[in-house]
């Protein structure tokens, strides 16, 4: 990336990942009481504000996957929860009713979401890649719980798979920053899985 660019949000946008990551591990494999969740409130709507703009930053130096992908994870996972959880506060606080019946639907169509996004990340970096499948995994594990379609006993697993993106956040932060504070590539980012293709002239395509 050329400097007239701007350095990458990249690192910063995966340590509000990480930090939201780690906080939902803690509420569903019951390490902090269920009334301990809206303090979630305010970490994810910081989360969100550092995601979306890393989302408006990575869309302005033309990456789309990035963009897009921080996009969803701002606005939807943390924004997004961070008011569903006030509104389940209020509720409770104020003893009124409010149904979580949409919670699962939300869950369904972003794991979905997710699940397109993924095969492109497989093409940028097989450890980012990684990350992506176990987002997969536990968003459409949360998804089957809310619509009751599996058990209260799966939550666990959905949080253990959300601690591993987590973990795998702060190695990428770590490794991003470090190796560009030395000026040259320390640790591995992971090398795309698949070669993204560029068209020659006369249309034909080469691997890059």
């Given amino acids: 990336m050329s400097s007239s660019q701007g350095a990458s949000p990249g690192p910063a946008a995966l340590c509000a990942l990480s930090v939201v990551c780690f906080t939902f591990f ?46 969803v994870f701002g606005g939807f996972f943390m924004l997004g929860t961070g008011i569903n959880q006030t509104l389940h506060f209020v509720a409770a606080m104020t003893k009124t009713h409010f149904s979580p019946a949409m919670d699962g639907w939300f869950f369904l169509c972003l794991a979905l979401i997710l699940i397109v996004l993924t095969p492109s990340f497989a093409t940028i970096s097989s450890i980012f890649f990684l990350a992506l499948l176990f987002a997969d995994a536990a968003v459409l594990i949360l998804s089957l719980v809310n619509l009751k379609m599996i058990g209260p006993a799966f939550a666990p697993l959905a949080g253990w798979l959300i601690l591993g993106i987590g973990l795998i956040g702060i190695y990428l932060v770590f490794a991003q920053v470090f190796n560009t504070a030395m000026g040259k590539m320390i640790f591995p980012l992971g090398s795309p899985l698949i070669k993204k293709h560029v068209p020659q002239q006369g249309g034909l395509k080469a691997d890059i």
């Fill in 26 to 71: 803690a509420l569903l494999t019951g390490r902090v009481p269920h009334e301990a969740a809206p303090g979630l409130i305010a970490i994810c709507f910081a989360g969100a504000v550092i995601q979306i703009i890393a989302a408006i930053m990575d869309l302005n130096h033309g990456d789309l996957v990035g963009g897009t992908t921080f996009f």
